[in-house]
Each structure stands twice: as structure tokens, then as C-alpha cells.
């Protein structure tokens, strides 16, 4: 569908001014004074501007906490209409009608609707969002119906009334308009530009005098939205805007924003630490920050006044409730029994009714609550997603994380990095995970764009005396340590692999792997480095991933098994396969010791040997120049026996491996990594240099 964009200046000249005798009538509705620093937001409409003014009810749908009542204001500031905030009231039966005769007296009342009907003046309705949870979609109805009633059916080319609410209330709205036979027109919130973006931080940070420093804000601004896009992987604004452009999260990057402090120098240690876990950090606050935010927002329209209420709704809808209700496969038929006992048997009554429908129109909700079974489809973006799902993989209940799993494994959920990113930031807090939650770290890192963004997965105590495995996940940027956590598995536990596997170091010796169970495909790479007991590769197809630079992805294994019919596509140069029973597909992957007699046994473990360490070469080199590795990290591998010793020392020996400035550098003349890799003895530099290790290591007694 093509949306058509439109600026509040045309809201305002849609709308139109109220008459001067409109203004007189409803004087004590008219709004004298806006907000300072009013941010014009822009609006998509799916009609033609013409086609909007053909409707009785204008809808303005939004998400959550962007402003419509500084919004539904200003509105009334610049035209001059009257407003009607439903906030805290009681709603039903004939409420317009009567709430305009209360407040401007009957006589008023009547001929403000005079006017209504002529076409001078327009209805400005706010708080539809609050009127809706606290009176219930009944009683909300009914209102709807009156209002209906009151404005007539017009058709003089502009609204009679104006509604501002979430999607879902004003798809609710829109739904009892219809039913009366009201054409109504909608238009939605876009999403804040970058400059709008700028502005409103601005705006929150300094206030509206702007007084302070504004230059080193917006260069903090302009800092922190790189470090943000960079991390989400957007190519441009717009890709982000769900997030960057999202009210709630800038305004709690406002408040991160301290002007008495040297912003920039924040991001700068973040640069100099060449990792983005600060912003991942701060992301996970922001998105805090809107929880609480529905929190606040939930006990004042429960609380309608009453302060002690207002508590009792505080300390019922928590931040911990929102998560549950949003990973509940049917949150809206979710019991909801507050803990904390209500100073008012009444208000029991009423706040389970209130918090479902609070909850229909929650900012990390898109929609088919009542429809979508997978809870992971109905949110509004992905890092509201994989936020809320970080947030559970510490579940202890090994049913509920199976059925986390099934739903994240689903076609229809689109992996991210962010769930990754979140899950192993130090601000998430998660050290132990349970094991399906490895199946979704795997899965959430093989959509990672960057290459020097590495995960490791490495089996830390073999299972002993039927004690089970324990696994730690461990993510490294750019060669430093971001954050670990460990995961137990039972005795005979398999670690399941859904969708693909990238830039990964799985090493798991003891435990069986099955990768893409219940899945038409499985992608392995790039850089995927797998060593396991058992690979059972249970997708009918299994699809390769080559690197920017071709390098080839690893699978050790003792066994090959599973339903897989079709590696794609099939070139041995994408996968190096070591293992001891192979069958098709995967026998062409798995290299053998040439036939013909020309390379003895020993010349062909010596290969295999320095292939074992070529292997951590061909990844994404730490610093520039020959191919190299991480000093301290490969000590540790030679160390657990992931490379071999012999073939290093032989390295060292004979000046091809280098130790400088704590990184370990392959000088290499005669022949290439690659050829390391690929077994290529017959490349005569590489074969003479295998054929003299063979015989260092004879004479050394070193068994290859």
C-alpha cells in the first residue's frame, strides 16, 4: 500500500479553524496555551489528503506514549476547537451530549452542536486510550455511538471530530463508527525523523530555552545514532525508526544525557574499547525505561485521582507482569491476581478487567493478541522482541523454555542479532541460561552483519560419572570479551540448532548437535567452526554460507547422521568436513588421503595437524598484515588440545609462526593459509614443508 506522507501544518488546514461564535460557545474547552518546543511530528495517510476530508471522524492512531496529548493540544491551539480530554472519566450512555451540557450549560451546549453540524467547528477528542481501559470496550462503545449521534452525519469537507488514540483503540473506534454508518478517515504518527529526532532530545535535555551546551549535544546526538544504527544493523534512518525515532526511547536517552558531564568522552571510550556494549547497554535501559513508563501510565488511569488506588495499580502492573503477559501464548485469558492485597475489596474487581486492556494497546505490541498464537509475531519490532525474549532465557521450567524455543524456531520469526547483543550485555544481567536458550543465542548471532563480532560456545566440564555438560556462550568483538553466560545440560541432553549457525566457535565434544530440526534448511556459515560428538543434521537441505574472503566453515565430528539430502551448494572449498563416518551428501566434503601412494599416512597427519591450526587463521585477522591470531587465546586452544602442539613449535621453529605485540602472526612464503586448509599437497612448497615436520616429529617421538 502506498502511504501518503503529510505534515501537521496540512492537519491543521484539514482540520480547520473553529468560527468565532465556536470559540465564544466553548470557551472553557478552547486551549489558550500551547507546550513550548512543540515537535511537528509527520503523518502517513493510506488515502489522498482530498479522501481524508470526505470523513465525519478523523482518527489519529500512534504508538504508545509519543505524545498524543501534546499532540490533541496543539491541535486545539492552532485551530482553535474545542477539546474534550477523556481522561479519568466515566463514560456510556449519552456521555458527549451530556458532558458538553455540563460544562457549557444546555443552551451552549445545543448550539455549539449547531455549529458542529454546519461545518464550523470540530470535536478534538484525547485520552481515548484511558477511556477505553478504564471504562471497558462496552461502555466505550456506547460513548462512540453517542458522539456518532451528536455530530450527525455532516459531509461538508472536514471532520466534525478528531480522535487520538493507540492502533488498537482506534481500529476499535473505527469498527463501532462503521457500524453506525459514519465515514471515518485515519492517519498514523509517523515515526520521528532524524531531525525531529534531534530536536525532541534537544528539547527534553536542555529544555525549551536550549540554554547549555547545544553543539556537543547534537555531536553526542549524532555519535550515539551511529553507535545505535550500526548496532541494529540499519543501513539508514528509516530501517531504525521504530527505535531512534521512537518517543519514549528518546526521551530516555533525555535523561541519559547529563550536560555536566563530557558526553562525547562516553562515546569515545566506547570507540576506543572497539565494542558496542555501552550502547547495548543503554538500549536495554531505554526499553526499561517504556516498560515503567506503561507502568506509571496504567496507575494513574486506574487510580482516576485516588493516590492509595493509583499505588495498588503501580504495584500491580510491573514490569514483570508486562513480560509475562508478553510471551503468553493468549495473554488476554491470562489469569491476573495481583500479590499485593488491595486496600479496597472493589478495587480487586476491577483491576484485572483494567490491566487486559491496558495491555491491548502496549507500545511493544502490534497486534493479534486474540489472533496470533506465537507471541514473537505480534510485536512491534524486533528489538522489543529480543528484549522481552532475553528476558527469559534464565527460565528455569524446562517446558516453557522448550516451548520459547518452538516459538522463536517458528518460519515466520525472523532472527535478529539483537536478541544476542541484549542476552550477552552486562546490563541484561543473565549468567546462567538454560540450554534451549543456546538454540536462540545461535540462531540471534547467525544474523550478526559484522565479522568481528565472534561467538563462542565451548563445553567446559565433560559429562563425568552421568553429572551432565556445562556450556558457556561467550561473546568476543573486534578480540575483546564482552560478557559470558553458562548453560547446564542433563546427562544424554542434545543442543538443538535452529535456522543457521555464523561466525561461531561451537565446540562441544561430549554432546550431540542437531541442527535444524522440524526446518526445510540449515545455513552453516560464514565461519562456522563446529566439534562435536555426534552432527545430526535433520533439514532436508543444508545450505552453505561463504565469507567475503571464501573462507570455509568446519565440522569435526565422530558422526554424520540425520535426514539431510542436499548440501547447496556443494563445493568442498565452503566446508571441510573431519570425521570419522560420513554417508551422503557429506562424503564429498570430507577429505581423504590420496590413493595412488604417493602420501604416506605420516605425511598426511602432519597435514591434518597444521590444518587444525589454520583453521582459528582464516578468521577475521585482529590486526593487519599476514594472517594472525590472538596470542593469549591461541595458547589457550593449544592448551585444551583444539590445535596441535607439534605443529606450532614446528611453526615457531622454522619462523612461520611469529609471536608480536601479543599476536601470533603465519609468515608464509612457499605456500598459502589456504593451502593449509585445503590439504593441497600438491602444491610442491606446501608438501616439502609437510614432508620435513613429518620427520621433526618421528625424531622427536611427537605421534601426530
Excluded at 522440524?518 to 561463504?546: H, K, M, N, Y
Aim: glycine share 8%; aromatic share 8%; hydrophobic share 45%.
Amino acid at each position: 500500500m502506498i502511504e501518503t506522507p503529510m505534515t501537521f501544518d496540512q492537519l491543521v488546514e484539514m482540520v480547520g479553524s473553529a468560527s468565532t461564535r465556536t470559540t465564544t460557545l466553548a470557551d472553557p474547552l478552547v486551549i489558550r496555551s500551547g507546550l513550548a518546543g512543540f515537535i511537528e511530528p509527520n503523518f502517513l495517510a493510506s488515502n489522498s489528503i482530498d479522501d481524508l476530508s470526505k470523513g465525519r471522524v478523523l482518527l489519529i492512531a500512534a504508538p504508545a506514549a509519543v505524545g498524543k496529548s501534546v499532540l490533541a493540544r496543539e491541535l486545539g491551539l492552532r485551530t482553535r476547537n474545542p477539546l474534550v480530554d477523556l481522561a479519568g472519566r466515566r463514560i456510556g450512555e449519552a456521555f458527549f451530549t451530556g458532558a458538553l451540557g455540563r460544562r457549557l450549560g444546555g443552551q451552549q451546549a445545543l448550539e455549539l452542536i449547531a455549529e458542529l453540524h454546519a461545518g464550523r467547528a470540530t470535536l478534538i477528542i484525547d485520552s481515548a486510550d484511558e477511556a477505553l481501559v478504564g471504562n471497558g470496550p462496552q461502555d466505550y462503545g456506547v460513548a462512540i455511538n453517542d458522539l456518532a449521534d451528536l455530530i450527525g452525519a455532516g459531509g461538508l469537507g472536514r471532520p466534525a471530530a478528531v480522535i487520538l488514540g493507540r492502533p488498537d483503540t482506534i481500529d476499535e473506534t473505527a469498527r463501532v463508527l462503521e457500524q453506525t454508518g459514519t465515514p471515518v478517515s485515519r492517519i498514523d504518527v509517523a515515526f520521528f525523523t532524524e531531525d525531529q529526532a534531534r530536536a525532541f532530545v534537544r528539547l527534553k535535555a536542555l529544555g525549551s530555552s536550549g540554554s547549555g551546551p547545544a553543539q556537543e549535544l547534537q555531536d553526542f546526538l549524532g555519535a550515539f545514532f551511529d553507535l545505535v544504527m550500526d548496532a541494529l544493523g540499519a543501513r539508514d534512518w528509516f530501517q531504525a525508526n521504530s527505535f531512534v525515532g521512537y518517543a519514549p526511547v528518546l526521551d530516555a536517552l533525555a535523561t541519559f544525557y547529563d550536560p555536566e558531564v563530557n558526553m562525547m568522552r562516553v562515546l569515545n571510550e566506547i570507540k576506543r574499547a572497539g565494542t558496542t556494549e555501552h550502547v547495548w547497554g543503554l538500549l536495554i535501559q531505554i526499553i526499561q525505561k517504556v516498560l515503567d513508563r506503561e507502568t506509571e501510565k496504567f496507575a494513574k488511569s486506574f487510580g482516576a485521582g485516588d493516590a492509595d488506588k493509583a499505588d495498588y495499580g503501580r504495584l500491580s502492573y510491573t514490569r514483570d507482569l508486562q513480560l509475562s503477559l508478553l510471551m503468553a501464548d493468549r495473554p488476554l485469558d491470562v489469569p491476573i491476581t495481583p500479590e499485593v492485597e488491595p486496600a479496597d475489596e472493589a478495587w480487586w474487581v476491577e483491576i484485572e478487567t483494567q490491566i487486559r486492556e491496558q495491555f491491548r494497546v502496549h507500545p511493544f505490541v502490534a497486534g493479534g493478541l486474540e489472533t496470533l498464537d506465537n507471541p514473537l509475531l505480534r510485536f512491534t519490532n524486533a528489538a522489543f522482541r529480543d528484549y522481552v525474549v532475553a528476558s527469559t532465557l534464565g527460565e528455569t521450567d524446562p517446558i516453557r523454555a522448550r516451548v520459547i524455543r518452538d516459538s522463536w524456531c517458528d518460519p515466520a520469526v525472523a532472527p535478529s542479532p539483537i536478541l544476542m547483543r541484549l542476552a550477552l550485555s552486562k546490563e541484561m544481567g543473565l549468567d546462567a541460561v538454560n540450554s534451549t536458550a543456546l538454540t536462540l543465542l545461535v540462531a540471534s548471532h547467525a544474523a550478526e552483519f559484522r565479522d568481528d563480532v565472534q561467538l563462542s560456545v565451548e563445553e567446559q566440564t565433560p559429562d563425568q560419572r552421568g553429572m551432565g555438560v556445562l556450556v558457556e556462550a561467550r561473546l568476543v568483538e573486534a578480540g575483546i570479551d564482552v560478557h559470558a553466560v553458562t548453560s547446564q545440560f542433563s546427562p544424554g541432553e542434545a543442543l538443538y540448532l535452529a535456522q543457521g549457525i555464523a561466525r561461531t566457535d561451537l565446540n562441544v565434544p561430549s554432546l550431540r548437535v542437531v541442527a535444524g530440526e522440524g526446518a526445510q534448511e540449515f545455513s552453516v556459515g560464514p565461519l562456522a567452526d563446529i566439534t562435536c560428538g555426534e552432527f545430526a543434521s535433520e533439514a532436508p537441505e543444508l545450505r552453505l554460507r561463504p565469507s567475503p574472503d571464501e573462507q570455509p566453515s568446519f565440522i569435526e565430528t565422530q558422526r554424520v547422521s540425520g535426514v539431510t539430502r542436499r548440501v547447496a551448494p556443494p563445493s568442498a572449498s565452503l566446508l571441510k568436513l573431519i570425521a570419522s563416518e560420513t554417508a551422503y551428501p557429506w562424503t564429498s566434503f570430507r577429505a581423504s588421503r590420496p590413493s595412488d601412494g604417493t602420501v604416506t599416512p605420516q605425511i598426511w597427519a602432519a597435514a591434518g595437524a597444521f590444518q587444525s591450526n589454520a583453521r582459528w587463521f582464516i578468521r577475521q585477522s585482529m590486526v593487519k598484515g599476514d594472517p594472525n591470531y590472538p596470542a593469549d587465546v591461541m595458547d589457550t586452544i593449544l592448551a585444551k588440545g583444539r590445535a596441535s602442539r607439534a605443529a606450532h613449535d614446528f611453526g615457531v621453529e622454522r619462523n612461520i609462526i611469529a609471536k608480536e605485540d601479543g599476536v601470533y602472526f603465519l609468515h608464509l612464503a612457499d605456500f598459502s593459509v589456504r593451502d593449509i586448509v585445503d590439504l593441497n599437497l600438491e602444491n610442491v612448497g606446501y608438501r616439502a614443508f609437510v614432508e620435513e615436520f613429518a620427520i621433526w616429529a618421528e625424531q622427536k617421538g611427537i605421534s601426530l
